[in-house]
């Protein structure tokens, strides 16, 4: 039965204070688990990245420091990355299977219009913003770049749907299914300004009847109208895409660092009010699992 587990649930930047403590401030990290016998699929890289690390490394199946050798790897995980922005990759170099002997990783990202992802991310892994570079951290990373309606056929079963979706730069959502199920993950998408126009048909294509909808909610409808163009979401059209979309329940996510834990509580019973009987409403926190079907 699929796990998701949310690890980081911020956008912008790393956040911390009391006011914070029940929905978290690590940036954005999800994982799936499709079953015990297999790695989970990960989307995005944030500072939540850290602690999933942490509990993989803690699974019989991971291997121990300089494990692999000329075997090969031994631990193969898949990482969908929506876009380069740093809050959605500034927890690789402290990413545990990232720095491990004897991992494979393969990250996935939207193709760049400047360098290629590699050279990207190399930028900034490396002295003097990062003691090593890419080439030092330990695993085996494969670099896939993917565009608008890439579909990938993971282990385990899992498929996958990549779409563009309207954000500050090329970005990415995701749609996985598995085990009869399915999740849409659009962690940042840019609402339209007001009176612009219905729900796009690439978010529609990735959220079309899911059990979960993760989807961007970060600004309150004042803080939008000031930052209409810098490529976010209110919960409000959060709920407009679900129930567009069809979905059954719905995750507000990267939620504003100035946001306390009850501004989003007050934002959650807003959203679920709004929603009424039709659709399950929550507000992903830090280490919150969800087991669907």
Known sequence: MPTVTFHGTRGSCP???PELSRYGGATACVS???????????????????????????????????????AGPSYLLSCLVTHLHFDHLQGL????????????????????DGPSLEKALDGFIRPPYFPVGLDGLGAELEFH???DGSVLELRGGARVTARQVPHRGPTLGYRLEAAGLAI???S??????????????????????????IHDAQYTPAEFAAKSYWGHSTPGYALE?????????????HH???????KLDQLGEEAASLAGSLLDVLVAADGLALRLG
């Open 184 to 186: 849409a993950y659009l």
């Open 15 to 17: 956040c911390s204070g």
């Open 32 to 70: 799936v688990e499709l079953s015990k016998a297999e790695p989970p699929v990960v989307f995005d890289l944030g500072t939540g990245s850290r602690t999933l690390g942490e509990t993989l490394a803690g699974t019989a199946a991971f291997p121990h420091a300089g494990r692999g050798g000329t």
């Open 256 to 262: 504003d660092p100035t946001h306390s834990d009850d």
């Open 93 to 112: 170099p402290f990413f545990l299977p990232a720095i491990t002997s004897g991992v494979h990783l393969d990250l996935y990202a939207p193709a760049q």
């Open 188 to 213: 940042d998408h840019q609402a339209p300004s007001a009176g612009s126009g219905a729900v796009g048909e690439a978010a529609l294509e990735l959220a079309d009847g899911v059990d979960l909808l």
């Open 145 to 147: 770049e993917l565009g």
């Open 241 to 253: 895409v679900a129930k567009a979309a069809g979905a059954k329940r719905l995750a507000l996510f």
